[in-house]
């Protein structure tokens, strides 16, 4: 897997890091803090109502 770190990462701050899978259209995320920790794996269709969600305000 080829880990990045997400535009939205500052120094010091809380990050995530992304790794996609293109031909399985699965969406990584792992913590930058806590790499051994595992990752969360979201479907692309999944990965891309949550990044709509976010842009339009809909989360508490």
Known sequence: ???RTTSYT???GNCVEVSESHQQRIHRIRDTKNRTHGYLEFHRH???S???ALRNNELD
């Open 1 to 3: 897997m080829n880990w």
């Open 10 to 12: 500052h120094n010091g």
């Open 46 to 48: 999944e990965w891309q």
């Open 50 to 52: 949550f990044l709509h």
